[in-house]
């Protein structure tokens, strides 16, 4: 009998793993962070007494601009903002027909929910992420941007090397 059971879990861990492949079912991503503490603006130099830019051009950054004009990255402002972002490689599923359930009552499933399936080590990543945008390919064309509904939970046939979550539509 374990035989059998061995068999079947690498069957399914073997499925997974090919639908995870960059070969297989999965659309590029963007991870958003939640808004951290914002960076000094990396194209001005900042002017400590003012705490603002001086908007003077530190002849290192990526946008040159004459002195005393505004500088273009920071908007005078000397500061930018702290979001980080990600791209990772996810495993779409849109029709909740199917989703993988392991918790049928985990979430309560609306229009606009979608479910993503990983391996286990995106799982800080994604319990950190604050929103998503999914198939960056169409991203020209309208919104994308999910933000997750539930805690991501680990799945597989006993050995958790997957993560499903899910996402709302915003």
Partial sequence: MTIITNQFKNLFNTMIDEILSTHGLTIQCR???????PDLCPNCIFDIVSSRSSNIFNNTGPS?????TMCPVCNGAGFVSGKK???????????SKYWMNW????????????????HSALLPKIRNAEKIVVDLSKENYGSYLYVRSSDPELAGLG??????????RT
Avoid at 31 to 37: A, E, S
Avoid at 103 to 118: A, P
Wanted: hydrophobic share 40%.
């Fill in 31 to 37: 991870l958003i962070y939640p808004n951290t503490n």
């Fill in 64 to 68: 040159p601009f004459s002195d005393l």
């Fill in 85 to 95: 972002e990600e791209l990772v490689t996810l495993a779409i599923i849109y029709d």
């Fill in 103 to 118: 918790k049928y009552n985990s979430v309560n499933i609306s229009d606009g929910m979608i479910q993503t399936i990983c």
């Fill in 159 to 168: 050995d958790n090397r997957y993560i499903i979550t899910m996402w709302k």
